[in-house]
């Protein structure tokens, strides 16, 4: 299991200790742009994932959850990005094939994903699997950060995972959250191999006792 922290939850007045952190405990930086338009809230942009991208020794994964990401996928690829996802809620707004953009953002030479709230069912990830390096199932409705874990993922999740495995397809299953120790284990067991927890971690009194108890 994969373990990411979400930098969104992070000490930004000393995010360099929390990079650190990431880099000696953790295997893989997510970092969640928001634009406050495809969903209600705005993080941070290019300045500073570029800052982070000097210091990262682990691999950096970049959540668009903006409207036209396409827009911005080589930007955010030359930051340094091993992994881009963003919502196929912003290709439907865009009239745009997802397909088509998750093959864009590979021919950039980053891994794919494509992203869904809660409210997209599963199969509906289905045509694009073929595309897609991972899927990033979200747990919460994205936005906000120490949101309640929705417990009607792991079905999600199961669900996708039987699908990669029937296909017989290389791809990877992320979870976005609510995600602590609680739920680590139930959701690796459904099938995701990647999961992103923000609060868990920045917020505890051992964040590195967090990251291994939920391997």
Do not use: W
Not at 21 to 27: H, I, P, R
Not at 121 to 135: G, N, Q, W
Not at 140 to 165: L, M, P, S, W
């Amino acid at each position: 299991m994969k373990i990411a922290p979400s930098i969104l939850a992070a000490d930004f007045l000393n995010l360099g200790k929390d990079v650190q952190l990431v880099n000696d405990f953790a295997d893989v930086f997510h970092l969640d742009v928001m634009d406050g338009t495809l969903v209600p809230n705005i993080s941070y942009g290019f300045p500073v994932i570029e800052a982070i991208a000097r210091k990262a020794l682990k691999p950096m994964d970049i959540h668009l959850m903006i409207v036209n990401p396409d827009k911005y996928f080589e930007r955010f690829a030359k930051t340094g990005a091993s992994m881009i996802s963003f919502h196929l809620e912003a290709a439907r707004l865009a009239g745009k094939d997802a397909g088509e953009m998750l093959r864009t953002l590979r021919s950039l030479g980053v891994k794919a994903g494509l992203a869904i709230n809660p409210d997209i069912p599963a199969e509906d990830v289905f045509p694009y699997l073929e595309d897609a390096d991972f899927i990033l199932v979200m747990s919460v409705f994205a936005g906000f950060g120490g949101q309640k874990f929705i417990e009607d993922t792991y079905e999600k999740v199961r669900c996708i995972k039987a699908e990669i495995d029937r296909r017989g397809l290389d791809c990877e299953i992320e979870v976005d959250g609510g995600v602590s120790p609680a739920n680590a284990k139930k959701l690796g067991e459904a099938g995701a191999s990647i999961l992103v927890a923000g609060s868990a971690v920045f917020k505890a009194e051992d964040p590195s006792e967090v990251i291994s108890a939920m391997r």
